[in-house]
Structures are given as structure tokens and as C-alpha cells.
């Protein structure tokens, strides 16, 4: 509530190119109005006096004045009404209520409809009005940019949420081209059986997964980690897959020297360097000759090791190459390991050592091997005893491949 006050001479709040600033008073009081209106047009203000309420609200109607003054007492409505039919609209005028009563049970009714100020009459001192316009005017502005920017921010956020839609449709497109290149979750080749389980920590995956035949007697397979993980590392494994069907055809052609691990992964290399993706990758590939019963292999940074059971041993599978995609002129080595009549091959990408309880990564990979080494190396086991049937919220792209010999079982 404003009564007495002297601060210095305070100017309105307008830019040369400004309109003038637009100013209702409703009051029927002639002698108030005509001292309300001289102070404010000394200031240069644009007022417009009408003696009503109805009046009054018709010109705010029609022309959505910044600051409405109006008398408590004006005639044909009550002033709390007219109050609050123009702070209840979104307008953002703001009202100064006058009175030459001195209730405070209307001060307090004014305020808490939304009036920015109570001005008691006579008003002696123009510099009290001319303040009064001045915070008025201040609110105006304050709500007529918080309005702006509300609906900037809702207009942004419609874009953001059609982005979201286009990107969501983007990556549904993508996850449909990735699921399609990956090969069948299992599948037999006589006694021997691949299968695997692909668990992105986003929509697409950077872990990729393939396996097919090479000639009559073996069976080629790798396991694929690129670096990140979603959309970006995923573009990688159109590439992988892309490679992968160039080995297969070399053998379908009958090629008089057949491509080795080790020669395919130094391929990858060199032709995803020059690329510049920013990506590289751990792979583990390698092949299982039925007739020789061998396994030969290349690891390219992967880890944990693979596990292999055969024979009545457990053996880790290690390797010393490089990323590939991330140095020129690396080679590889390729090895091999012997199989007896019946094994079993696990191969985990190393999104699977962020979920296992143990502290040290020493721990985690010992863990998988005792498991693998009692018994749990097919798929569904694995995904059971690791509690991964219904994932949440992975940290990273986990894959799990199997490859698996029965000696009993049949073509």
C-alpha cells in the first residue's frame, strides 16, 4: 500500500521508437481524474479517463491498455469486480486500485485479487502516482516477456518433440535394418550349434554378431564390440556385415587360398581407417573345421577371453591384437586349438563385466569361466544364472554367443 513518498522525479520507461505507454483510469470523481490524468500526460503517458466501470472495461476490451488505475468506488460495478475480471485474464494489464477510504479489508481484498498497488486519495504527491505507474509498468513488462518466453520455450519444445518423433522413427528404421542383418538366434549345422543374445543399453546396439558357413566343413563366426555404443557405433556393424558377406563369396568362389582370421580382420583395419569414423573395435572371429576338429582364431582386443570346454578342460581363450580401426599396419595372429568329439565355446562382449557383483575385473572374469566350467554355456543358462531376462537400463551393449558340439548329436 502506497500513501507518502518522495523519491526523485522517475521518466516512463520508453525507447523513441516506442509507442506511448498506454494508461486507463476509471474513477468519477472530476477533479481526481483531472489530477491523476495531468500528471501523467506531464509525463508524457498516453491516458485514457473514463467515469464508469463499464466504460472502462469496454476500452480495456478493445484496446488492452498496459496499466488500468481504477477507483474502488467507480459506479455501475463494484471496483474488486472489475479488478478481477482483468487480472483473471491473460492480458497481463496491471491494475492500481485507488480509494479515498482507507479500509484495509479492501487493501487486502485488492492485493489478493492481483492488484499491483493501493494508492490512498487525495494522491498530494504526483511523484507517489508517477512510482506507482512506474512498477505498474515494470510488471507489464516482466509478464509480457515471461508470456514471451513461456511460449518460445513451448514452441521449442514442440520442435524438440517432433525431433524426438522424427529421431524415434529414424532409429525404429535402423533397428529394423540391424535386426535383419543379424543372422537367426540359433541354429544348427549337424552336431554342432551357434546361438546368441544381443542386449543394447539404447535402442541399436554397437555389439554385433554373425556366423555362417564356409565351404562344406566349416562354420565361421565373430563377435563384434565397437567403441560407444547407439546409432553411431551401430553404422559400424552395416559395415561389418557388409564385409563379412565379401569372406563369405570368397569362399563360395572356390578360392584356390582361403582367408584366415587374422587376414580378415587386417582387411577391416585397413579399410576402416581411412573412413575417419572415430570408431574401432574388439573382435573376437574364427572358424571351427568339423573334419580337421580345430579351432582357429584371431582376437582383436576383446576381452573378457572367450571360454572353451573340451576335452575335460576349460581353457581361456587369449589374445594379444590390436583394436581394429585404430592404428595403421597392424597384423594378426592367427591360432589354433585342438576340439575333441564334443565342446563348448562362450564368448561374452564386455558389457556383461559392468553387471557382475564381483570388485576387481580379475574377479569378474574368473566368475565367468567357474560358470562356464560347471556346466552353464548355452544361452538360456547363461541369461538365467546372470539374471538377464528382463534387463533395465544396461550400462553398455551386452553379447553372448555360444558355440556348441554334441557328439551326439545328429545332421
Given at each position: 500500500?502506497?500513501?507518502?513518498?518522495?523519491?526523485?522525479?522517475?521518466?516512463?520507461?520508453?525507447?523513441?521508437?516506442?509507442?506511448?505507454?498506454?494508461?486507463?483510469?476509471?474513477?468519477?470523481?472530476?477533479?481526481?481524474?483531472?489530477?491523476?490524468?495531468?500528471?501523467l500526460r506531464d509525463e508524457d503517458y498516453q491516458i485514457e479517463v473514463v467515469a464508469d466501470a463499464?466504460?472502462?472495461?469496454?476500452?480495456?476490451?478493445?484496446?488492452?491498455?498496459?496499466?488500468?488505475?481504477?477507483?474502488?468506488?467507480?459506479?455501475?460495478?463494484?471496483?474488486?469486480?472489475?479488478?478481477?475480471?482483468?487480472?483473471?485474464?491473460?492480458?497481463?494489464?496491471?491494475?492500481?486500485?485507488?480509494?479515498?477510504?482507507?479500509?484495509?479489508?479492501?487493501?487486502?481484498?485488492a492485493l489478493r485479487l492481483g492488484a499491483v498497488d493501493f494508492l490512498l486519495q487525495p494522491i498530494?504527491?504526483?511523484?507517489?502516482?508517477?512510482?506507482?505507474?512506474?512498477?505498474?509498468?515494470?510488471?507489464?513488462?516482466?509478464?509480457?516477456?515471461?508470456?514471451?518466453?513461456?511460449?518460445?520455450?513451448?514452441?521449442?519444445?514442440?520442435?524438440?518433440?517432433?525431433?524426438?518423433?522424427?529421431?524415434?522413427?529414424?532409429?525404429?528404421?535402423?533397428?529394423?535394418?540391424?535386426?535383419?542383418?543379424?543372422?537367426?538366434?540359433?541354429?544348427?549345422?549337424?552336431?554342432?550349434?551357434?546361438?546368441?543374445?544381443?542386449?543394447?543399453?539404447?535402442?541399436?546396439?554397437?555389439?554385433?554378431?554373425?556366423?555362417?558357413?564356409?565351404?562344406?566343413?566349416?562354420?565361421?563366426?565373430?563377435?563384434?564390440?565397437?567403441?560407444?555404443?547407439?546409432?553411431?557405433?551401430?553404422?559400424?556393424?552395416?559395415?561389418?556385415?557388409?564385409?563379412?558377406?565379401?569372406?563369405?563369396?570368397?569362399?563360395?568362389?572356390?578360392?584356390?587360398?582361403?582367408?584366415?582370421?587374422?587376414?580378415?580382420?587386417?582387411?577391416?583395419?585397413?579399410?576402416?581407417?581411412?573412413?575417419?569414423?572415430?570408431?574401432?573395435?574388439?573382435?573376437?572371429?574364427?572358424?571351427?573345421?568339423?573334419?580337421?576338429?580345430?579351432?582357429?582364431?584371431?582376437?582383436?582386443?576383446?576381452?573378457?577371453?572367450?571360454?572353451?570346454?573340451?576335452?575335460?578342460?576349460?581353457?581361456?581363450?587369449?589374445?594379444?591384437?590390436?583394436?581394429?580401426?585404430?592404428?595403421?599396419?597392424?597384423?594378426?595372429?592367427?591360432?589354433?586349438?585342438?576340439?575333441?568329439?564334443?565342446?563348448?565355446?562362450?564368448?561374452?562382449?564386455?558389457?556383461?563385466?559392468?553387471?557382475?557383483?564381483?570388485?576387481?575385473?580379475?574377479?569378474?572374469?574368473?566368475?565367468?569361466?567357474?560358470?562356464?566350467?560347471?556346466?552353464?554355456?548355452?544361452?538360456?543358462?547363461?541369461?538365467?544364472?546372470l539374471d538377464l531376462r528382463t534387463p533395465d537400463n544396461v550400462p553398455d551393449d551386452i553379447a553372448?554367443?555360444?558355440?556348441?558340439?554334441?557328439?551326439?548329436?545328429?545332421?
Amino acid at each position: 500500500m502506497t500513501s507518502t513518498m518522495s523519491p526523485s522525479t522517475i521518466s516512463p520507461p520508453q525507447d523513441e521508437d516506442e509507442s506511448p505507454v498506454s494508461v486507463l483510469l476509471i474513477d468519477q470523481a472530476a477533479e481526481q481524474q483531472s489530477h491523476i490524468a495531468s500528471c501523467l500526460r506531464d509525463e508524457d503517458y498516453q491516458i485514457e479517463v473514463v467515469a464508469d466501470a463499464a466504460s472502462g472495461l469496454a476500452f480495456w476490451r478493445r484496446r488492452r491498455p498496459q496499466v488500468v488505475i481504477c477507483d474502488m468506488a467507480a459506479p455501475g460495478s463494484d471496483g474488486l469486480n472489475t479488478l478481477r475480471t482483468i487480472t483473471g485474464s491473460d492480458t497481463g494489464t496491471q491494475v492500481i486500485m485507488i480509494s479515498g477510504a482507507g479500509d484495509m479489508d479492501e487493501v487486502v481484498r485488492a492485493l489478493r485479487l492481483g492488484a499491483v498497488d493501493f494508492l490512498l486519495q487525495p494522491i498530494a504527491n504526483p511523484e507517489v502516482l508517477l512510482h506507482a505507474v512506474k512498477r505498474a509498468l515494470d510488471e507489464y513488462t516482466m509478464t509480457a516477456q515471461n508470456r514471451h518466453y513461456r511460449e518460445e520455450l513451448e514452441r521449442k519444445n514442440r520442435e524438440l518433440q517432433d525431433s524426438l518423433r522424427l529421431l524415434k522413427e529414424d532409429q525404429e528404421a535402423a533397428r529394423a535394418v540391424q535386426l535383419k542383418m543379424l543372422p537367426e538366434p540359433r541354429k544348427s549345422y549337424g552336431p554342432m550349434e551357434v546361438a546368441y543374445r544381443i542386449i543394447p543399453s539404447l535402442y541399436l546396439s554397437g555389439d554385433f554378431i554373425d556366423y555362417f558357413r564356409l565351404g562344406p566343413n566349416r562354420i565361421g563366426f565373430y563377435l563384434a564390440d565397437v567403441s560407444g555404443h547407439g546409432a553411431s557405433s551401430a553404422f559400424i556393424t552395416v559395415l561389418l556385415k557388409t564385409m563379412a558377406n565379401r569372406v563369405k563369396q570368397h569362399y563360395q568362389d572356390e578360392q584356390p587360398t582361403p582367408l584366415r582370421p587374422a587376414q580378415i580382420l587386417e582387411q577391416a583395419n585397413a579399410e576402416l581407417l581411412p573412413l575417419g569414423l572415430g570408431k574401432h573395435l574388439a573382435v573376437f572371429c574364427g572358424y571351427v573345421d568339423c573334419e580337421q576338429k580345430k579351432l582357429v582364431y584371431c582376437s582383436a582386443a576383446h576381452f573378457p577371453p572367450p571360454v572353451l570346454v573340451t576335452g575335460g578342460r576349460t581353457l581361456t581363450l587369449e589374445g594379444s591384437g590390436l583394436p581394429v580401426g585404430l592404428f595403421e599396419g597392424v597384423t594378426y595372429e592367427n591360432q589354433e586349438v585342438s576340439l575333441g568329439d564334443g565342446f563348448h565355446l562362450v564368448i561374452f562382449s564386455d558389457g556383461i563385466l559392468e553387471l557382475l557383483p564381483q570388485s576387481s575385473v580379475a574377479e569378474k572374469e574368473r566368475y565367468l569361466v567357474e560358470i562356464v566350467s560347471q556346466g552353464i554355456h548355452n544361452v538360456d543358462q547363461i541369461i538365467e544364472h546372470l539374471d538377464l531376462r528382463t534387463p533395465d537400463n544396461v550400462p553398455d551393449d551386452i553379447a553372448l554367443m555360444t558355440v556348441t558340439c554334441s557328439p551326439e548329436g545328429s545332421g
